[in-house]
């Protein structure tokens, strides 16, 4: 875990360095949608470095679209004697 | 800030880069699993399903050249829908920029530098990803024009020295099946990826002349070119590998692998490894540059390169969180990928696209 998080604590900081000087001189908005995106960047940080199992996108399309897409597949599958 | 534009040529490198990429490599192993024999046909079947949602595609765009697509959105169905489409279309792009970074660990993982932790290649591929998105699209065109031809040299290269150990008696019978098997192939790279080019619409507006007949002309060309290079490599892995081309992922490396001209050419597997690279790069960018015109369009940013770091970052760790087993995330791309596709991309544009046209009348009466 100490790793994960060292590494992941490590890409914030390069990112965030790389970006100071834009960000400061950047519009309200702008630093908005920045912060809004490096939000979503600690929520999966979280479920990485934590093993917290949070919900993602493909447990999202997992419910919602397995059902139907194994469906699918199986439907046009050649049953195998 | 000055709005960037590609020419026309420029435009069809991309387009080919966004649907050869990965796909070379990725996608004959998984549709011969499916189809066997009859891949090519499903390859066939699901490259006229991109050709016509390109078709469509370039109807929308004609209909509001001065517009981006998002533009588009917010003309035809409006403010809140627009936000809607485009954060659905935003969960599939995240989901392929995440999926190309995680084959491309896959693969060096399996094939090449099995020692090496997969977070290396990830934050190589994402830096470089990054470094080009600051650089624009411009820059990226022009870069990804070399690039293509290279990996294209090197596809035609490994091809062409493979003629000696071609078997085309494997090729038969081609429907053992039933034609079920070619329908659930051309389902698979009807998401994969032919379905994606709704995505590739963000892009086509940075064209310096979206009008211009030429535009349509190089795009249709480009979506076969790349529908040959796939049937062509379908077709020899299963003439060399025949019946156990469906154990082996990442097909065109293994034929590399098989070239032996006397006793001075052979093991050129690894140029097929470096096209692998190069070709997921390209598209890693591409889709990134989407997402990053999307999101810059949503918040109404006049600088969309300030979201270059952060979209880079977080797409990072989505590969590194997201998949638990290989095995799941196989079932992923292969089954609910193609749906994914339908439900977010295919969907949303065939709605704008009945909008606009019954609008288009009203745009005209004006004048």
């Known amino acids: ?81 | 800030m000055k709005q960037e534009s590609i020419g026309v040529l420029q435009t069809a490198v991309l387009l080919f880069a966004f649907l050869s990429g990965s796909a070379i490599i990725v996608i004959p192993a998984p549709i011969i699993a499916y189809a066997s024999n009859a891949a090519w046909l499903s390859i066939l079947l699901s490259m006229t399903f991109g050709l016509a949602l390109l078709a469509i595609i370039l109807y929308l765009l004609r209909l509001y050249p001065s517009l981006s697509f998002i533009g588009i959105c917010r003309a035809t169905i409006g403010k809140w829908p627009t936000v809607i489409v485009a954060c659905l279309m935003l969960t599939m792009a995240f989901h392929m920029a995440t999926g190309i970074i995680i084959d491309v660990v896959a693969f060096m993982n399996s094939m090449m530098l099995p020692e090496t932790p997969g977070y290396i290649f990830m934050c190589l591929m994402l830096v470089l990803s990054a470094l080009l998105l600051r650089t624009g699209i411009e820059s990226m065109a022009r870069m990804f024009s070399i690039l293509t031809v290279v990996v294209l040299f090197f596809w035609l290269v490994v091809i062409v020295l493979l003629f000696p150990s071609y078997h085309p008696e494997f090729l038969l019978p081609i429907f053992p099946d039933g034609i079920r098997p070619m329908i659930l192939g051309g389902y698979l790279t009807s998401g994969f990826p032919y379905g994606e080019i709704v995505l590739f619409a963000v892009i086509i507006p940075f064209t310096r002349n979206v009008l211009a007949k030429p535009l349509s002309k190089a795009l249709v060309i480009v979506m076969l070119l790349n529908g040959v290079m796939l049937i062509i490599t379908t077709l020899g892995t299963i003439m060399i590998l025949g019946p156990i081309s469906t154990e082996k992922k990442y097909s065109l490396f293994v034929l590399a692998q098989t070239i032996e001209i006397g006793d001075m050419l052979e093991r050129i597997e690894a140029i097929i490894g470096m096209s692998m690279i190069a070709g997921s790069l390209m598209k890693a960018t591409i889709t990134l540059f989407a997402i990053q015109t999307i999101m810059a369009e949503l918040f109404g940013l006049q600088d969309h390169r300030l979201l270059s770091n952060p979209l880079c970052l977080l797409v990072q760790i989505m590969s590194l969180s997201m998949p638990t087993t290989m095995k799941e995330w196989e079932n992923l791309v292969l089954v609910i990928h193609p749906l994914w596709v339908g439900a977010v991309y295919i969907l949303p544009v065939l709605f704008i696209v009945t909008v606009a046209y019954f609008k288009r009348p009203a745009r005209a009466a004006p004048a």
Request: hydrophobic share 55%; glycine share 4%; charged share 20%.
């Open chain 1, 1 to 81: 875990m100490l790793e994960k998080l060292m590494m992941i604590t490590g890409f914030f900081v390069l990112a965030l360095a790389t970006d100071w000087g834009k960000l400061r001189a950047a519009s309200r908005r702008g630093k908005w949608s920045y912060a809004f995106i490096v939000l979503c960047a600690l929520y999966f940080s979280a479920d990485y470095a934590l093993d917290f199992s949070l919900p993602d996108l493909h447990w999202l399309a997992d419910h919602i679209l397995l059902g139907p897409a194994q469906a699918i597949v199986d439907s046009l599958k050649v049953k195998q004697l």
